[in-house]
C-alpha cells in the first residue's frame, strides 16, 4: 500500500507562493531551497511542495485543490481579503461545516473550512 507524502503546486513564482503559503495560511516552512523548490511540513512526515515552472512543468490552475481546516473560516476570509487574497467564493454552510475558496497566488483555489464539532 502506497503512503501519502507531497502534493506539489507548480508555481509561476516561487517566492511569491512560498509568501503566500507561509503568511496567508500559516504552514510552518520545511526546505527552502529557493529559487529550486521549496516545501512545508504538514505534519506526520506530509509535505506541500512548491516547484518553479519550467517547459515540462506549468502553472495550470485547476487542476488541484487544496484543502485547509482552519478555526474560523469567517475571520480567515475577512483576514485574506484584507491582505489582497482574491476570494472564488463566500463562506457559506454545507453539511460538514462552513466553507470557502479563496485563490493561491497563480490561481490555484484553496478551499479553507471550518467544520461543524461531532457530536
Known amino acids: ?14 517566492e511569491r507562493s512560498k509568501q ?7 504552514l510552518k516552512l520545511g526546505t527552502d531551497a529557493a529559487p529550486h523548490w521549496v516545501d512545508f511540513d504538514l505534519g506526520d512526515g506530509r509535505m506541500l511542495g ?7 512543468l506549468t502553472v495550470k490552475p ?3 485543490q487544496l484543502g485547509f481546516y482552519v478555526d474560523d473560516v469567517d475571520k480567515f476570509v475577512t483576514d485574506a481579503r484584507t491582505a489582497r487574497v482574491t476570494i472564488l467564493q463566500e463562506p457559506h454552510d454545507e453539511s460538514f461545516g462552513r466553507i470557502a475558496v479563496i485563490a493561491d497566488p497563480d490561481g490555484y483555489p484553496v478551499q479553507v473550512a471550518t467544520p461543524k464539532p461531532w457530536r
Do not use: N
Open 50 to 56: 512548491l516547484h518553479p515552472a519550467s517547459e515540462s
Open 62 to 64: 485547476g487542476s488541484l
Open 1 to 14: 500500500m502506497a503512503t501519502f507524502a507531497l502534493a506539489m503546486i507548480v508555481c509561476a513564482d516561487l
Open 20 to 26: 503566500f503559503y507561509r503568511t496567508i495560511l500559516e
